[in-house]
């Protein structure tokens, strides 16, 4: 089952951030991070979120400012549950799935997590969120590495092939009258 994170806050509030295929995000500055937040808040490799069996399991790598969720700073390892929120430096993200209940308790430990709340988290009948639709972004590299892809494709220089201006030209045409019939 995809995972999914959504953005809770800053300017890319509402986007949905997926799991790669592997199951596990790393968030951080560093290059090799998977989701890099250009923050000094945030550490350099901050924290590490795994989709495991038992539901989403975050781990503070050491980071100096903290990772948070609902509220309380975690140490070490910590299950995300559904509707809860992940605080990385000033960005949260959240679980998408039903709020549990406010409670005023520090989230569990992976190995305080009962059958129960597994099987809670897993038959959420409010979740309607499909991880497949137009707004998920599959995080293949940095966001600085796909930022510099688009700017390339964005500042193409034809008037050097004017034939590939010509063909750009004529596949734009084609999907227009396509779109107009």
């Not at 089952?1 to 997926?18: E, S």
């Not at 945030?42 to 979120?49: G, I, N, T």
């Not at 190995?111 to 969120?129: P, Q, R």
Request: glycine share 8%.
């Amino acid at each position: 089952m995809a995972v999914v994170l959504i953005i809770q806050t800053g300017k890319h509030k509402g986007r949905k951030i997926l799991f790669p295929p592997d199951g596990t995000l790393l968030i951080g500055r560093d290059a090799e991070c998977h989701l890099r937040l250009a923050s000094t808040d945030v550490s350099r490799r901050h924290c590490e979120l795994s989709n495991t069996e038992n539901g989403v399991v975050v781990k503070d790598l050491g980071s100096r400012n903290g990772t948070f969720i609902d509220g309380f700073l975690i140490s070490e390892t910590a299950a995300l549950n559904p509707g809860s929120i992940l605080k990385v430096g000033n960005i949260e993200f959240a679980l998408p799935g039903k709020r549990p209940e406010p409670s005023g308790q520090k989230p569990k430990s992976v190995d305080d997590t009962s059958d129960d709340d597994i099987a809670a988290w897993l038959t959420d009948e409010g979740e309607t969120e499909d991880p497949s639709d137009e707004e998920s972004t599959i995080i293949r590299g940095s966001v600085a590495e796909i930022a510099a892809e688009e700017e390339q494709v964005n500042q193409k220089d034809y008037t050097r092939h004017p034939q590939a201006q010509e063909a750009a030209d004529i596949i734009r045409n084609h999907w227009q009258a396509k779109e107009q019939h």
